[in-house]
């Protein structure tokens, strides 16, 4: 029965990401190339998330090149549906699962949950996060799912540059990714492949997953400053810019 519902999971994965609507879900209307620069298309969450990563990669490799410095380096694993990954960032059991969606410096991995990503497409997750719980923005789209993968490499950029040697409160490292996703962003709006609709999907997941829980160490921002950290990067285009966050 699991290997029945398993494979019946997969193939509505699949259809969502073939056919939804924008109506319900987004359209797709993020170009994405592939790093010989060829536009790619995604039929699947899995597919999705590895173009986007190598999107963002070829924005930061561009970045580091002109920079004088070798280009970045990461892996990546998407984890299926009802399954887990091994990681060394995984907690006690060391396994992420459904609700992944980390960049682990251990290991220089980034992991995602091919259902999270599905369940930020359909909207499926629009008012379980911390800020959409509260009414701020949402989830739903291709542009939102961008996001996530953007902010997750921005955390690989903080490790290839060494931020993470330094001793600052969680929110510094999470504005700073929202900051550098928002400059991949304006490089993919300045190449013409994104829409307003696509960008306003990157300003509603951003609100949606700031947080209020200011007292706890883990905090990651309120939707206010995710969605102004976002802003900051797409409107300036230039990474330097977000080292702003790292000193406030």
Do not use: K
Not at 114 to 130: H, M
């Amino acid at each position: 029965m699991f290997a029945v519902l398993a494979a019946l999971a997969v193939a509505l994965g699949a259809l969502v990401w073939s056919h939804s609507s924008s109506a319900d879900a987004g359209a797709h209307n993020l170009v994405l190339r592939s790093p010989d620069g060829t536009e790619q298309s995604a039929q699947d969450a899995e597919q999705f998330l590895t173009a986007v990563t190598q999107d963002v990669d070829a924005y930061w490799t561009r970045v580091f090149a002109d920079a004088g410095r070798p280009e970045p380096r990461v892996s990546y694993a998407w984890i299926p549906s009802g399954q887990t990954a091994s990681s060394a960032c995984g907690g006690e059991s060391g396994a992420m699962g459904d609700d992944a969606a980390a960049y682990c410096p251990a290991d220089d991995t980034i992991y995602i949950s091919e259902q999270f990503a599905t369940n930020i497409y359909t909207g499926a997750l629009d008012r379980a996060l911390p800020g959409s719980a509260h009414g701020y923005g949402g989830t739903a789209g291709d542009f939102a799912v961008a996001y996530i993968v953007a902010h997750e490499y921005g955390h690989q950029i903080q490790h290839e540059l060494g931020v993470f040697d330094r001793e600052l409160p969680t929110v510094a490292y999470e504005l700073q990714a929202d900051c550098y996703a928002g400059n991949w962003a304006r490089s993919a709006y300045d190449d013409q492949r994104v829409e307003d609709g696509d960008l306003q999907e990157a300003l509603d997941a951003a609100l949606a997953v700031g947080d209020f829980d200011t007292s706890n160490p883990g905090h990651h921002g309120t939707p206010e400053q995710r969605r102004e950290a976002w802003t900051t990067g797409f409107e300036a285009g230039d990474p330097s810019t977000c080292s702003q966050y790292l000193d406030a």
